[in-house]
């Protein structure tokens, strides 16, 4: 089957034909205020895909040119997750080192009459921009000197002017109709600490002008970016095309990954962190990638995800039911099989003898490459308080009076009564097994409606069960807020019990806990193991599509 190309991909074999010595670099450019998230997921292997299929590298690069947000502890966290997800940057790259260079290239703008110093304070170059309708006003310091413009910006660098006093613009054109094109301002004299170049600057330079200058100093030959950037690809042309550097890079935009009942960006993201609303960024409800990570994603999944959903021109929304497929599609291959029981009640075998256990085998996965384990089986079980009703609906095909079912691996049960507490909630299930019905034995073919799991009290742990839910309620395109937004219940405490078997497991490892979800043993077990749902078992997403 001929694979199907998307038009980034045509856009670079198409640069390829053209010159075959070209060789592909790209890069991933986050800035590092903030961790990221699924959304950066596709940027991610979007740029390091593209280099990888064409014999090119991907640059890491840290987009750090504003000081106001930036913060190395945000840079290793990046860093770790790009890493993560499965890709090697060619280079962990800094836009904060290229600004002397940036620096340089100002001058050289100025040089050629191209750039001018302007006093005009942030809110008069606003008011002059002019509309989609109206082309903007020239500034009256746009025909400074080239020396007066040389003077002027060496000492705003040198610090003679307040905050906010002078700023450096392109001198293009006020009536292009592209705004951005209307003598943008490239340098703001700002005086904040940065976190990689401490007090050494007080001038910092804008991205539109910032950034294709990085790209010139790693060689990028194809800066792929997200849509809203299509309007600033004339300064960005313009920017390649008259410093004097000698790459020639190129813009390509795609459209950003949206998906219902996320969050999608990392100021939010930030408050919800800020105001304690979720434990922190890697918080198993997050949408980061340290978040779904914890939560128990994998990054083959995440990959595949990004796989399926493409690149396009236009934006649009993904379900997330979709995420929530491809990692139970991976789950299910990679995670062996146990038994857990969140909520519990009890059940007693009447007829089975006190101080009796036997050990059952139970498969260990769906095929039988993965293996059988032993499992006690003993008088006095847990099950779920789910699997029990007094005044079963019509076709309930668990426990209820009179009713038999199956337990896992082991016999059929009848129940035979139950005991309540005081507040008539059921404590306790009585109930009898046929010994002639043990799984794999010769009565097993007995069928019977419903299979239930339990644990072996005498051999269970207990055990804490994190069941999450979207952070955002159903509400999508209501014009609402996403503080607005925010769903009470995304996240309910279970408590209970795990098999013997799970004592051994360790922070990290995944688990389909029969009949309940796929689970991660999460980092804040401690005497007592925490783990968390990762994905239910059930699929809307695979149901949808049917
Ligand atoms: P946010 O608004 O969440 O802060 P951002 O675009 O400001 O996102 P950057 O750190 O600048 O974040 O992003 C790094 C790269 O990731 C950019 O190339 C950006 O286009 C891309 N990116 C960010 N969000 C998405 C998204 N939702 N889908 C695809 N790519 C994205
Ligand atoms: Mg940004």
């Known amino acids: 089957m001929e694979e199907r190309k998307n038009f980034i991909q045509e856009i670079v ?60 502890f945000y840079v290793d966290a990046i860093k770790r997750d790009v890493e993560w997800l499965g890709f090697q940057p060619a280079a962990l790259c800094f836009a904060a080192d ?10 050289v703008l100025i040089k050629k009459g191209l750039a001018f110093v302007c006093d005009m304070n942030a809110e008069e170059i606003k008011e002059t921009r002019g509309t989609l309708m109206e082309p903007g006003q020239e500034s009256p310091y746009r025909n400074r000197s080239v020396e007066e413009n040389l003077d002027l910006f060496r000492r705003m660098r040198a610090g003679e002017f307040p905050d906010g006093a002078k700023v450096l613009r392109a001198k293009i054109n006020m009536a292009s109709p592209n705004i951005n094109l209307r003598d943008p301002i490239l340098y703001r004299i ?21 950034h294709p200058i990085e790209d010139m100093m790693e060689n990028v030959t194809h800066s792929i970016c997200t849509l809203e950037f299509e309007d600033h690809r004339p300064l960005y042309d313009w920017v390649t095309a008259n410093v004097d550097l000698p790459a020639k890079p190129r813009q390509i935009e795609f459209a950003r990954l949206n998906m219902t009942r996320t969050i999608m960006s990392k100021r939010y993201l930030k408050k919800l962190v800020d105001e304690n609303s979720v434990s922190g960024w890697d918080d198993p409800r997050m949408p980061t990638i340290a978040g779904l990570r914890r939560r128990g994603f994998t990054p083959e999944a995440i990959r595949d995800f990004c796989d399926r959903i493409g690149v396009a021109k236009s934006n649009s929304v993904v379900e997330a039911a979709l995420l929530e497929h491809c990692v139970r599609e991976d789950l299910a291959q990679k995670t062996e099989r146990r038994m857990a029981v969140m909520d519990p009640i009890k059940l007693v075998i009447d007829n089975y003898p006190a101080g009796q256990s036997e050990v059952l085998q139970t498969e260990n996965g769906s095929d039988e490459a993965h293996g059988t ?39 059929i049960v009848r129940c035979t009564g139950y005991e309540t507490d ?69 996240l309910i405490v279970k408590t ?41 078992l059930r699929d809307s997403w695979a149901k949808q599509k049917q």
């Not at 592909?24 to 593209?50: M, Q, S, W």
């Not at 507040?423 to 010769?442: F, I, L, M, R, W």
């Open 13 to 72: 074999e198409n640069d390829l034909a053209q010159n075959e010595k070209l060789s592909i670099v790209t890069r991933f450019p986050p800035e590092p205020n903030g961790y990221l998230h699924i959304g950066h997921a596709k940027a991610i292997c979007v740029d390091f895909g593209i280099a990888q299929k064409y014999g090119g590298v991907c640059n890491l690069r840290m987009d750090d040119t504003n000081p106001a947000k930036e913060d190395t």
């Open 98 to 107: 290229y600004f002397e260079t940036m620096f340089e290239q100002a001058i």
């Open 190 to 210: 700002l005086r904040m600490e940065h976190y990689r170049t401490g007090n050494d600057w007080c001038i910092y330079p804008m991205y539109d002008y910032a």
């Open 373 to 411: 384990r032993g499992i006690t089986f003993s008088r006095e079980l847990f099950i779920q308080r789910e699997d029990f009703m007094i005044d079963p609906p019509k076709k309930f095909f668990r426990l209820f009076v009179g009713g038999e079912v199956r337990l896992k691996s082991a016999y």
């Open 422 to 490: 005081e507040n008539g909630v059921v404590t306790t299930v009585h109930c009898d097994y046929d010994p002639e019905t043990k799984s794999g034995g010769a009565g097993a073919e007995r069928k019977v409606k419903g299979t239930l799991h339990w644990v072996d009290a005498q051999n269970a742990s207990p055990a804490e069960f994190r069941l999450y839910d979207y952070l955002l309620d159903e509400r999508e395109g209501e014009g609402l807020d996403f503080s607005e937004r925010v769903n009470p219940d995304s």
């Open 496 to 536: 209970g019990y795990i098999e013997r078997a799970l004592d051994t497991a360790a922070v990290g490892d995944s688990f389909q806990f029969i009949r309940v979800g796929y689970f991660r043993k999460d980092e804040d077990s401690a005497e007592i193991p925490v783990f968390n749902r990762i994905v239910g």
